[in-house]
């Protein structure tokens, strides 16, 4: 026993010593981090914990909250709506005046209308009088302009056909007689033509046969006697030749003029078929233009009298418009007349009164109301739906005159104040000048203290005043006593009223 005793207290060695602290130092390590550890967990449930109720308490404190801004929104909401429904009131009354104004405006205008209309149909009238008798001016010129053109269109084809005939006439005798000329001169030609012919041959065979008999001998005599005979020949026959030229040419000439004067018939012919056919389509396009003019011509007599009608209507209607008008008129000018009149006088009676107003009334002319908020207030509660369009029609009307009125109303509000003040002056004064003869009649003796009752006036040691009885005595019948009165001196009075 005592050897183990020893051997549990020997000293350790600084290596276990060492092992042993690391050891104690790991468990303190493990406690702390274990102590950590159950901190860190209480910690996160208690934060949870207060995330939780704070979560809740700002859920229950946000519908508190929310319950009171819906009272105070909804307070503010219906004074919103209160202002809104009167600012509305307001509006739809200044729309009303707008509306009626611009229906004013419009039937103004609507009147504007009728009379430019009026007016406009009395011009259309006007117009159409000036193109009725226009178009009869047009008419009666194209009618006489038509039976000029007639007269001179059925001149000028008599004239004409008078000429063509006369020219036709004319030429079928040149005609005639150039071809009679041309065949008599022909004929005139080739027989003297012939004659000639057989003359100069006979007369050549013979001196050719009298030459050969006489050939060989006189030669030279034939020779110069066939010269002289062909000179003869010659001369002779030159004028003939001439002749025969020229008439050759006039002949040529003639056949020319001829053929010229058919061509120039031929043309005359072709140009009067023309005009012809020119005629009568003048003829049928006249014929249709004239029966158009009839046609609109009974149209337009026919408008004619409807507008003859209808301006007959529209003129007594102008009339009888005219008259209501005329009547409507002077009863207006009349009522505006008064108008001006009564304007006038308020504006002179204006003018006076500006020189008693008070310097306030000049600085402060209108007042802003004479109401107290308490009946302002009943005023605004008043429910809308009381006001009747007449109750509008009115308040619209006395929009314009509103300071004016302010002003009429304060006037007459001062001048009920100063009859009512005058007619208490007047009772005080009335009131003073009793005390004051009652006074001076009792400090005085004149000849109406005399011809009155007075308690002071005494002769003789006895009062002018009658005299009660010493006692009441029944009288007959059952009749009242005379009534006593109390007497009382004006100095008492006086004395007590001042």
């Keep these: 026993m005592s050897k183990k005793g020893k051997k549990a207290k020997m000293p350790l060695s600084d290596e276990e010593q060492l092992l042993l602290f690391q050891q104690k130092l790991l468990a303190e390590e493990e406690m702390a981090k274990k102590k950590e550890r159950l901190l860190n967990q209480f910690l996160k449930d208690k934060l949870a914990k207060e995330e939780h109720n704070c979560a809740l308490n700002l859920s229950k404190i946000n519908t508190q909250w929310r319950t009171v801004l819906r009272e105070v929104k909804t307070r503010e909401l219906h004074k919103d709506i209160e202002i809104l429904s009167r600012t509305f009131e307001r509006v739809v009354d200044c729309k ?205 007599l026919v408008q004619l009298r409807k507008l003859k009608a209808q301006r007959t209507q529209a003129r007594g209607i102008s009339q009888e418009n005219l008259v209501k008008l005329t009547l409507e008129s002077n009863a207006t000018l009349k009522a505006l007349r008064k108008i001006v009149d009564k304007g006038e006088k308020v504006l002179k009676l204006a003018e006076i009164c500006r020189k008693f107003e008070t310097e306030e009334e000049k600085v402060l002319p209108f007042y802003s109301s004479v109401l107290t908020p308490e009946e302002q207030e009943n005023i605004e509660k008043i429910d809308p739906e009381e006001f009747t369009e007449e109750l509008g029609k009115v308040i619209m009307d006395y929009i314009g005159m509103e300071n004016f009125w302010k002003r009429y109303n304060k006037v007459k509000l001062e001048q009920l104040s100063l009859q009512h003040r005058r007619a208490q002056l007047l009772e005080i004064n009335e009131k003073l000048r009793e005390m004051l003869k009652q006074y001076l009649d009792g400090i005085s003796v004149s000849d109406e203290v005399l011809s009155q009752l007075s308690p002071r006036f005494i002769v003789n040691q006895s009062s002018n005043l009658p005299q009660p009885p010493s006692m009441p005595t029944a009288r007959p019948g059952g009749q009242k006593p005379p009534a006593t009165y109390n007497i009382i001196e004006a100095a008492h009075v006086i004395a007590h009223i001042l």
């Design 96 to 300: 009303d005046g707008v509306i009626k104004s611009l229906v004013k405006d419009l039937s103004e205008a609507e009147e504007q209308y009728a009379h430019a209309l009026r007016s406009h149909l009395h011009n259309i009238d006007q117009l159409l009088a000036l193109q009725r008798r226009r178009l009869s001016l047009l008419e009666e010129s194209y009618n006489v302009e038509l039976e000029a053109l007639t007269k001179e269109f059925e001149t000028e084809r008599k004239t004409i056909i008078d000429q063509h005939e006369k020219e036709i006439h004319y030429l079928q005798d040149v005609f005639v007689a150039m071809e009679q000329n041309c065949l008599d001169s022909e004929y005139e030609s080739k027989l003297e033509f012939q004659s000639m012919w057989e003359d100069l041959k006979n007369k050549n065979l013979e001196e050719k046969h009298f030459l050969r008999l006489q050939l060989e001998h006189t030669v030279e005599d034939l020779w110069r006697r066939f010269q002289d005979a062909l000179k003869n020949y010659t001369d002779a026959t030159e004028d003939r030749k001439i002749a025969f030229e020229t008439l050759k040419a006039k002949d040529e000439k003639s056949c020319k003029e001829i053929e010229a004067q058919m061509k120039k018939i031929q043309r005359l012919q072709d140009s009067i078929i023309i005009l012809k056919g020119k005629i009568m389509v003048h003829g049928r396009e006249s014929e249709e233009q004239n029966q158009d003019i009839r046609e609109d011509k009974e149209l337009v």
